[in-house]
Nanobody, 119 residues
Framework: QVQLVESGGGLVQAGGSLRLSCAAS????????MRWYRQAPGKQREFVAT???????NSADSVKGRFTISRDNAKNTVYLQMNSLTPEDTAVYYC?????????????WGQGTQVTVSS
């Protein structure tokens, strides 16, 4: 079984920073993609950023220049450094792992961590 545990959420003032972590445990294959999504109240879940096992990254336009995704493959952990936070960043942030195997792709989700940005 694969488990994802997020941490690092909390309450921060506008302009502040937070660093989210997501630790994966269980059987983790070497070829995978880890992503962050977020869901604000009353809105659909939206993509935030992705990082592949080779290190290439991509992020949503709304967070470019403010959020940085990184990973530590030895620890099976992905991070999301969030700077210059605004109230519009308030959401539950979810970690997602996609394992790419010869039998197909397998998708896993964390339980989410709340980020609240006050104005």
């Amino acid at each position: 079984q694969v488990q994802l545990v997020e941490s690092g959420g909390g309450l921060v003032q506008a302009g502040g920073s937070l660093r989210l972590s997501c630790a994966a445990s269980g059987i983790i294959v070497s070829i995978n993609t880890m992503r962050w999504y977020r869901q604000a109240p009353g809105k659909q879940r939206e993509f935030v950023a992705t990082i592949r096992s080779g290190g290439s990254t991509n992020s949503a336009d709304s967070v470019k220049g403010r959020f940085t995704i990184s990973r530590d493959n030895a620890k099976n952990t992905v991070y999301l450094q969030m700077n210059s936070l605004t109230p519009e960043d308030t959401a539950v942030y979810y970690c997602n792992l996609v394992q790419i195997t010869g039998r197909g792709n397998f998708d896993y989700w964390g339980q989410g961590t709340q980020v609240t940005v006050s104005s």
